[in-house]
């Protein structure tokens, strides 16, 4: 992408949407764990590793580098983790920023009485309400790449989640997104994302019609954080050997 179309958010939102359209999901194995095939034993052995790691700490060693078997466990036990690594609530409304084709959403249905999910790709909402047509308490909505969705009102959410997107778009629609969910939280809500950190730091953009991996310092994080009037509650840093590159999970809450 042309490095002065970098900060537009209607030409990212425009990429994103071509990528799903020409089959990003559908063509990605992780979609497979959740609308495709079983898991293997080595899958769920793999599985069953990563829910022993303990993620009540500041910090979370994994004992080996990065690979795609070990995202796609992340993932597939997200609901198993997350509320070990956060003291989050249990009811209310919640909302998945970024929810893609509902991998998030399968779960947070079971928790939460009301959830909305939002992506900022037509094609692949139109996707994820074919994956949760039965699902009553689940609705579903386009957001811009710098602004939740008009049709949430004055709606207000207990949690909302965000998994692995902000690496993936401009940081002033990052900034912009977050400042917008802070507004969003109810008296006692929080937000939970994670950022890329380690690698790419200084970059506020990518390759045209690919992921984009755009890094934070934990001082980057911090003045986020500050400029969208959120205070961190609790934040986790995940790392790997033989690597710079790790996540920043950040619980944070209104500051004001």
Known sequence: MESDN??????????????????????????????????????????????????????????????????RSVKRTEHDWLPRMFDLPTRGAALDLGCGFG??????????????GCDISASLIEKTRENFAACNNVSLYINNADALPIELG????????????FQHIPRACTQALLSDCAKRLSPDGCVVFNLLTGINESEDQGDEHTEWAIGYTRQNADALLHSCNLKADRIVHWCAPDTAAGWLWIQASNSI
């Not at 991998?103 to 909305?116: E, F, G, P």
């Not at 004055?154 to 997107?165: A, D, G, H």
């Open 103 to 116: 991998r998030s959403l399968a779960w947070m249905a079971q928790v939460y009485d009301t959830v909305v």
């Open 154 to 165: 004055e709606q207000r959410f207990s949690v909302i989640y965000c998994f692995t997107v």
């Open 6 to 71: 970098a900060d537009k958010p209607e030409a990212f939102a425009r990429m994103w949407d071509t990528m799903q359209r020409e089959g990003y999901f559908d063509k990605h194995a992780h979609y497979s764990d959740y609308f495709g095939g079983a898991l293997t034993k080595e899958e769920k052995a793999f599985d069953e590793h990563v829910m022993r790691l303990d993620f009540k700490g500041d910090r979370v060693e994994f004992p080996m580098g990065y690979t795609e078997a070990l995202e």
